[in-house]
């Protein structure tokens, strides 16, 4: 889960590696670090505990030159948060730096057979032990007179036969000292890409990086090594030796993934979602046929009509997606859905019956228990779908087929326009689904003008930002709060709890509304607000008299209601107002609020918005 970069060419790397790093910090942010070998052939090492604006000002003092280097932003998995644990590691006595992301399984039984052959241990990483590994294969290289003629074939020799040793994750870059004109990059289980320049390469975890350098960009798949020198780029699989590799175009610009003007890029993607779901929607309705067309939808409607049972798979906030899919699907497609935690799903081994199809959602599309899932699922046969917002990803690269959510970069850790897209995309499934079933045409077009409202709606809940600044300042010093919802709306609560805990540390529980009664309600006091979600519907007279339930025991309430919604004004403490839309839709509007909610407590409680503690955007790891 942590981010690396590598780059050759006549720039000075320190200067695309640092700025990389700062764009792939989302992916880690424990401790960071360079390597890099001047033109006189020194290899220097410069690394601290701590974000890359620390790492940034000690290079201030004492830079890195030289126009090749490797960089990395750490999410400690083995050993602390500390200046030695921190990447780049070193080979041997220095013949090489290495980076890496992703787990080592077998490291200690590795590292106890280097130590016995004397290598010397400056960590606590499984990381150190590929560095020296790869070391142990180099031994007799030097005497290779002329390596390029020999196309680094050597090099590579050696790197594979150290990783063939390996059981685990990895994305890693090495940094060889006596051969500065090359990198060797490897990937198995965690993202890696080249970006293509002229005269120059780029190597980064995922796209963000590269925004503004290049718009080239080859993605290593599983088992592929790259050797990349200033103006070659070669790819060879462990098994099949030389492969082509194709260069796709970037989707998008720097400034997707800048700031612009505001305090935090959470904050930056709470607003983008009228646009982030317009684009989700554009081209993707069939007025002709009243239905949803998705072009990476790869089975038949045919088969799609054989489908009689549906199974959602995701981690966190895209579970709750995939639970507000579930009512979404069933209510529209009138089709079975199962929600399953990929983390579960991936050992659980359910019976799964023939007609069932599987989507895997997931914003990175590089998270490990979702791939898992997916991989034990079309294992078995069934086909798989991928709902991501990354285009090329390892998901996408691997499921069957599958719908881009097009929301843009999602860079805050605590995802916003990912959940509010996702819900958007599982409506127009259910209409797609729904037609090709029972839904009639005016059903389809009613269902399509009500999607095509949802944007300006947006904006109108967007509105409520002061208010609901106003909110969190009075409620910021409460350390638990109550998420309450009934229908699609339960799973929004469980997503307004996540997204408070995520970045205000404040402990938070969301329930159906009604299951309070069972023991949660003994939570109550004066000091636990309770935010209730209850737009009209057809439960809205049920969540009202379970708001009654609360305010009998003084609990102070916050309730999300439609705009003009008098009744529920009178009976809670605080109410946020948004847009009246269809029950299925009701979870993307009522997220906002949430989402804002969390927001603004957090920024009042001065915590760091977009670089939560113990977080990372994409958990790469199991
Ligand atoms: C949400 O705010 C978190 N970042 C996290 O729960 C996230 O949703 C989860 O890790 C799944 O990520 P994915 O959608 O990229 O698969």
């Known amino acids: 889960m942590c981010g690396i970069v590598g780059y050759i060419g006549p720039r000075e790397a320190e200067e695309f590696l640092v700025a990389g790093l700062r764009r792939l910090e989302y992916r880690g942010y424990d401790s960071a670090g360079v390597a890099t070998i001047s033109p006189e052939g020194a290899l220097t ?4 505990r701590g974000r890359i604006e620390r790492l940034a000002a000690q290079l201030e003092e004492t830079p890195t030159p030289g ?59 499984d990381t150190e032990v590929i560095a020296h590994l790869i070391d142990s294969q180099l031994a007799g290289q030097s005497a290779v007179d002329d390596m390029a003629d020999a196309h680094y074939q050597p090099l590579v020799e050696a790197v594979q036969t150290a990783l063939a040793q390996l059981q685990g994750t990895y994305g890693l870059v090495v940094l060889f000292h006596q051969w500065p004109e090359v990198l060797i990059a490897a990937r198995s289980g965690s993202p890696l890409i080249v970006g293509v320049g002229s005269g120059e390469h780029f190597i980064a975890s995922d796209a963000s990086p590269l925004a503004g350098y290049t718009d080239k960009i080859v993605y ?21 030796g030389h492969v082509t590799h194709d260069i796709h175009v ?14 935090h890029y959470m904050l930056k993607e709470i607003f983008e979602q009228p646009e982030s779901l317009t684009n989700a929607m554009r081209g993707r309705f069939d007025f002709d046929a009243a239905t949803a067309k998705f072009g990476g939808l790869t089975l038949s409607p045919q088969q799609l009509r054989s489908v009689q049972r549906l199974l959602l798979t995701a981690c966190g906030t895209s579970w709750h997606a995939a639970l507000v899919g579930e009512y979404q699907l069933e209510s529209l497609a009138r089709l079975p859905v199962e929600v399953e935690y990929a983390s579960e799903l991936r050992y659980r081994n359910p019976p799964i019956q023939s007609d069932t199809l599987l989507f895997a959602i997931t914003q990175s599309g590089e998270t490990a228990d979702t791939l898992a899932a997916m991989r034990e699922v079309k294992r078995k046969g069934h086909p798989v779908l991928a709902i991501n917002n990354v285009v090329g990803s390892t998901i996408a690269h691997e499921a069957d087929g599958g719908i881009y959510l097009r929301a843009g970069p999602e860079i805050g850790v605590a995802s ?33 003008a009500e999607l095509q409202e949802l944007p300006d709606k947006v904006r109108r809940a967007l509105q409520t930002n002061d208010e609901v600044r106003r909110i969190a300042r009075k409620y910021a010093d409460c350390d638990n709060f109550l998420y309450l919802g009934r229908q699609a709306n339960f799973p929004t609560a469980l997503e307004g709890a996540l997204k408070l805990k995520e970045i205000s540390y404040i402990h938070a529980e969301g329930y159906p509304a009604a299951e309070m009664k069972h023991g949660p309600i003994a939570l109550v006091d004066r000091h636990t607000p309770s935010v209730f979600l209850m737009p009209q519907g057809h439960v809205y007279d049920k969540v009202m008299a379970n708001l009654q339930e609360i305010k009998a025991r003084n609990g102070p309430v916050i309730a999300v209601i439609c705009e003009g919604d008098m009744e529920a004004s009178k009976l809670a403490d605080d109410v946020i107002e948004v847009p009246a839309v269809e029950e299925f839709l009701q979870p993307i509007i009522t997220s906002i609020p949430l989402q804002l909610l969390a927001y603004h407590i957090a920024v009042a409680r001065g915590c760091d918005i977009d670089r939560p503690r113990n977080l990372a955007k994409s958990v790469t790891v199991e």
Request: hydrophobic share 35%.
């Open 45 to 48: 090492v410069a690394k601290t």
């Open 67 to 125: 126009q090749v280097g490797i960089g990395h932003t750490r999410w400690a998995t083995h050993g602390q948060a500390t200046d030695e644990n921190a990447h780049p590691h070193l080979g041997g006595s220095g013949t090489l730096a290495l980076v890496h992301n992703g787990v080592i399984e077998n490291f200690q039984s590795l590292k106890r057979r280097l130590e016995g052959d004397g290598y010397q241990f400056h960590s606590e990483t």
């Open 220 to 240: 290593l798949a599983d088992h592929e090594l790259a050797v990349v020198t200033a103006d070659n780029l070669r790819v060879v699989h462990r098994d099949e």
């Open 250 to 263: 970037l989707d998008f610009e720097s400034g997707d993934v800048d700031l612009g003007d505001y305090d």
């Open 416 to 448: 916003t326009k990912a959940f509010t897209s996702q819900c958007t995309v599982l409506a127009m499934l259910g209409l797609y689904f729904g037609r090709l079933h029972h839904l009639s045409f005016s059903a389809g077009m009613r269902i399509i």
